[in-house]
């Protein structure tokens, strides 16, 4: 327990070193949230385009594709906020600061993920503001199972993000740079979930929801909230609800990974 509490404490005073230094270069700052702004503002637009010439997407309509692009937005901006670090890890072992993670008195995860990396919950305000607006157009109803299982099924999508995240980091201690994979996994990520999986090719299908299970971070939850539990597909609606078990097995898959290469790293030679 009180190992626990000096790491709350650790991490209360990386966090407040995280905004003074993000809050120090404004100007900085602005231009960061501003590219959010029209990134994710882009990909909805896109969106809209789409179906503006196209009705719907197998029975998918724009207020549907809103709601599904929200849901993985917040999730993703969750992940962003509180876990990005992770994906410095690779860089910290080719500049040889990874070993002073080491010999530190603190879990060698732990610091990776709370050093401070100037974040700031920008993309997360955004994300919420975007959530909301989404629910409210697409007509979910907003009942006791919302409100219970939204948070859950978004903190388990950031899950699903941290340990893909952590699996790419971890492929480091061996190839030390993994620039080619990370970005296949985020264009996989960034591409496909923008758009219900239904409409794919079913090698496409099963890749999203047993290999890199992106899909369980909106798609089966905004089916089952928007009610299209009769959609051909290879898993009921219900099972978007087992989210948080998903994002939990796979982060636990990722830490054994990750012990795995940590026990057998050696450094880079510096």
């Given at each position: 327990m009180r190992h626990l509490r000096v790491m709350l404490g650790v991490y209360v005073q990386y966090w407040r070193i995280n905004i003074l230094t993000t809050l120090e270069y404004r100007e900085n700052f602005l231009l960061w949230f501003g590219f959010t702004f029209i990134y994710h503002g882009s990909a909805v637009l896109a969106l809209w385009i789409v179906l503006n010439r196209f009705p719907s997407m197998n029975g998918w309509t724009f207020r549907d594709m809103a709601f599904l692009y929200g849901l993985w937005m917040l999730a993703h901006a969750l992940h962003n906020t509180f876990f990005s670090t992770v994906g410095d890890i690779p860089e910290h072992?080719?500049?040889?600061?990874?070993?002073?993670?080491?010999?530190?008195?603190?879990?060698?995860?732990?610091?990776?993920?709370?050093?401070?990396?100037?974040?700031?919950?920008?993309?997360?305000?955004?994300a919420l503001i975007t959530f909301a607006a989404a629910t409210w157009y697409s007509g979910v109803q907003v009942d006791a199972t919302f409100l219970v299982f939204v948070p859950l099924i978004v903190a388990g999508g950031a899950l699903i993000d941290l340990a893909f995240n952590l699996f790419i980091s971890t492929v480091a201690f061996w190839f030390v740079r993994v620039d080619a994979l990370r970005w296949i996994?985020?264009?996989?990520?960034?591409?496909?979930?923008?758009?219900?999986?239904?409409?794919?090719?079913?090698?496409?299908?099963?890749?999203?929801?047993?290999?890199?299970?992106?899909?369980?971070?909106?798609?089966?939850?905004?089916?089952?909230?928007?009610?299209?539990?009769?959609?051909?597909?290879?898993?009921?609606?219900?099972?978007?609800?087992?989210?948080?078990?998903?994002?939990?097995?796979?982060?636990?898959?990722?830490?054994?990974?990750?012990?795995?290469?940590?026990?057998?790293?050696?450094?880079v030679g510096h």
């Open positions: 072992i080719r500049d040889g600061e990874f070993d002073r993670l080491l010999v530190r008195p603190l879990d060698t995860l732990f610091q990776a993920i709370a050093t401070p990396g100037q974040v700031f919950p920008d993309e997360l305000i955004l996994v985020i264009q996989l990520e960034q591409e496909f979930t923008r758009y219900p999986i239904s409409i794919y090719s079913r090698g496409v299908r099963l890749l999203l929801t047993f290999v890199v299970p992106f899909a369980f971070m909106n798609y089966f939850p905004a089916r089952f909230f928007l009610h299209k539990a009769h959609e051909n597909a290879m898993l009921p609606a219900e099972i978007g609800l087992l989210t948080p078990a998903i994002g939990l097995l796979f982060v636990a898959m990722a830490y054994v990974f990750w012990r795995f290469g940590l026990n057998r790293y050696s450094g």
